[in-house]
């Protein structure tokens, strides 16, 4: 008998160290303390990429461009249609 009411106690305070802890890392988790500095690169690197998006999209314009798949000077962003636009006496392909 004395056993189980050993057994009785420590399973009951293990319990409430446990409570204890999973509150303490419950107030943790909801508010940490940590200071992390911005790092400069991050913003560098979606400028980067976001300059590398724009190449490739007016590069897909100019080839259809090229081959005629919209009309010259309608499409935003390709970089032929707005050659045409700034100077219409400019020969455009047909």
């Not at 189980?4 to 943790?28: I, T």
């Amino acid at each position: 008998m004395r056993f189980f009411k050993c057994a009785a106690y420590v399973l009951f305070f293990l319990g409430v160290g446990n409570l204890a802890f999973n509150l303490y890392m419950f107030r943790e988790l909801r508010e940490p303390n940590t200071i992390v500095a911005p790092n400069p690169e991050i913003k560098m690197m979606h400028e980067y990429s976001t300059i590398r998006e724009t190449q490739i999209l007016q590069a897909i314009l100019m080839v259809h461009h090229d081959r005629g798949i919209h009309e010259a000077g309608k499409q935003n962003m390709c970089p032929l249609c707005d050659a045409h636009k700034t100077n219409p006496d400019m020969l455009v392909k047909e």
